[in-house]
Each structure stands twice: as C-alpha cells, then as structure tokens.
C-alpha cells in the first residue's frame, strides 16, 4: 500500500512536466502554420503551395516558376515583412511582460507600466509634431523611451535601494505626464494633417512594415529578450522576494537593471516602428503561465511564441475584417479587456497572485 500511495503522485508529476515540455513544440509547430496561412490571404488570393514555392525559390531556384511577377511582389515585399514585424514585436511584448510580472510579483504589470511606453509614444508623436519623419521619428521615440526608465528608476531609488512598489508608482506617474505631453501636443498639432498623424501612430500599425523596419525592430528585440531569458533563474528567485533574493545571494540592484533596460529596450523598439500596441505583455503571459506554470524557464520561451502567434492573428484580423485597415491597438484592447477580467477573476477566487 505505501508504494501505491506514494507511486501515483509520482506518476502524475512526471505527467505534468511531460505536458508542458510538449507545449514549446506544438507552439511552434503552430506559428509556422500561421506563418503559411498568413501570407496567403488578402486582398490578393494565394495558396500555401504558391507561398511555398515563392519562397523555397529565393533558396533554390525552380527551372520554371509557374507564378507572375505580381504574386512574387505580394509575398516576399508586402506580406512578409508585416508578418516578420509581427511575429517579433508580439514575441518580445509577451517576454518583457512575462519578465517584468516575475520581478515586480504582480500580475498588473507590463511593459507599460514602467513608463516606456508612453515615454516613446511621446518621442514620435513629438517627431510628428515638428515635422520629422522616417528613423528620425524612430530615434526620438526610441531615445524618449529608454530615457523615461532612467527617470522611473531614478525616482524610485532612495539611499541605493529600490523598492518594486514605489517603483511601479513612479512608472504610474511618468506615464502620466507623458500621457499629458502627448494630449497638449495633439492639441498644438495642425488638425488636417498632423493631428491624424499622431493618432493613428499612436494606435498602433504594421501596415507599412518594410525589411528595415523589421531588422531595426529584431534590433531592439532579439539581444533584450535573449538577455532576459540569461536571466530566468535570477527572475525565479526574484519572484520569492528581495529579501529573500538576497539572502540567496542574488545581485538584486544589477538583475533590476538588467530586466528594466531589456524591456525598455523592447518597448521602445516596438514604439518607435509600429506605434502603441498594448495588452499583449500583460494578458499573453498569465495564458501560458496556466499552461507551463511560474518557472521561467518555461514560461518564457512559451510567452514568447504565444505572444507572436497572437499578434500575428490580431494582425490578420485587422487588413482583412473591413476594407479600411483597423488599428492593431484597438483590437489588442478588445480581446485584451474582457480576457484579462476573466484571469482577474480566476486570480481572485484561488487567493491572489501567490497561488497561480
């Protein structure tokens, strides 16, 4: 009786860790199917085998293409590099989100919340303003961006400790005044053509993504997040506790740097080349924290793919449901709203945050 007893737990461990090993796989065997299936709608109808074929002629090519110049143009100029910007930036929203909710132990927080956010809203609607275009705007609202986490933790560091409350207050109060930044100088902007500019900027699009934008975008990403995963066992350790985390030997102040600069860094990156996308670094982790639990071994990666998958599918809603393209920040907000109330609530029936 004793080895039945303690046999079956056992047993159901070690079916857990197998399920959610299984999980990273499948997701990615699934972004490539939405890869596929994303380039071949629109406006222009193509099938997955003359995506498949286009493609593998960049790499190989066939003797005699059976396609025109035209389907050529719509899949390797239009479609793929809105489809690549949109698999990076929803990758790297989720893993800042899934980052930052570990550090600062609680489920409200994402890339937002730290002031980056509306810090690189503020550079580019200020780039718009004045009449700069093109990586001009980029730089402005990348340098804006990265520069409100400087003033975030500058204010909430006191005698060389940091705490995550008065950090996240910080956060609070420099997106506010660079909410406020932003309403003054749309409210200055020329209401013709300036002012609509502005708004649709700040909505948040992919829509004129070109291979630059999305190199410039990998840029800001791809050495943040792979940063951030380098980090994942400090940020399990982290989510116990500073004190805790000291105790234990960890570099608190240095690991709290690390993780701030890396999702500034991704945040204003997707700022700066698509505009405000939010919801996606706040919701996405919450979903495959349920499906892989807390390590961050884990949930980062599974974050990751979930969020670019995600995206990916808000973007195709967004160039193919009406004629007039929909912002993917309105979208974002519609599925994210009620999603994250049905978490909140789930939250809030097993006890709060420490027993998801």
Do not use: C
Not at 14 to 25: D, E, I, W, Y
Not at 297 to 324: C, E, F, H, K
């Amino acid at each position: 009786m004793p080895n039945s007893s303690t046999e079956a737990p056992s047993t159901g461990w070690v079916g857990r860790k197998l399920a959610s090993g299984s999980v990273l796989p499948a997701l990615i065997a699934l972004l490539v199917a939405v890869v596929l299936y994303s380039i071949t709608i629109g406006r222009y109808d193509l099938s997955v085998r003359d995506v498949a074929y286009i493609l593998i002629d960049n790499i190989h090519p066939l003797v005699t293409p059976y396609w025109d110049q035209v389907q050529e143009v719509v899949v390797e100029q239009v479609r793929l590099p809105r489809i690549m910007e949109a698999v990076i930036v929803g990758f790297g929203l989720a893993v800042s989100g899934a980052a930052l909710q570990g550090l600062f132990r609680n489920p409200l927080v994402d890339p937002g919340i730290i002031g980056v956010t509306s810090g690189a809203g503020f550079g580019g609607t200020l780039a718009i303003l004045i009449g700069l275009q093109g990586y001009l705007l980029l730089g402005l609202a990348f340098l804006f961006g990265v520069g409100s986490v400087f003033l975030v933790k500058l204010l909430a560091t006191v005698r060389g400790r940091t705490s995550m409350l008065t950090l996240v207050l910080a956060g609070v109060v420099i997106s506010a005044f660079f909410s406020a930044a932003i309403s003054i100088a749309k409210l200055l902007a020329d209401p013709f053509q300036k002012l609509p500019a502005i708004t649709y900027w700040l909505m948040g699009s992919i829509a004129s993504s070109n291979y630059l934008d999305v190199l410039l975008v990998a840029a800001a990403v791809v050495p943040s997040a792979v940063a951030i995963y380098l980090l994942r066992f400090q940020i399990n350790i982290m989510s116990l506790g500073e004190e805790k985390a000291r105790a234990l030997g960890t570099k608190v102040v240095l690991v709290q740097w690390i993780i701030l600069l890396a999702s500034a860094l991704i945040s204003a990156g997707v700022v700066a080349t698509s505009g405000i996308i939010g919801w996606v670094g706040l919701v996405i982790p919450h979903v495959a924290r349920a499906l892989v639990g807390a390590d961050h071994q884990r949930l980062l990666p599974v974050s990751g793919v979930m969020g670019a998958i995600y995206l990916l599918m808000v973007d195709n809603l967004a160039r193919t449901v009406t004629t007039a393209e929909i912002p993917l920040g309105i979208i974002t907000a519609l599925i994210g709203v009620p999603v994250f109330a049905v978490i909140l609530r789930r939250l809030h029936a097993k006890g709060g945050w420490s027993s998801d």
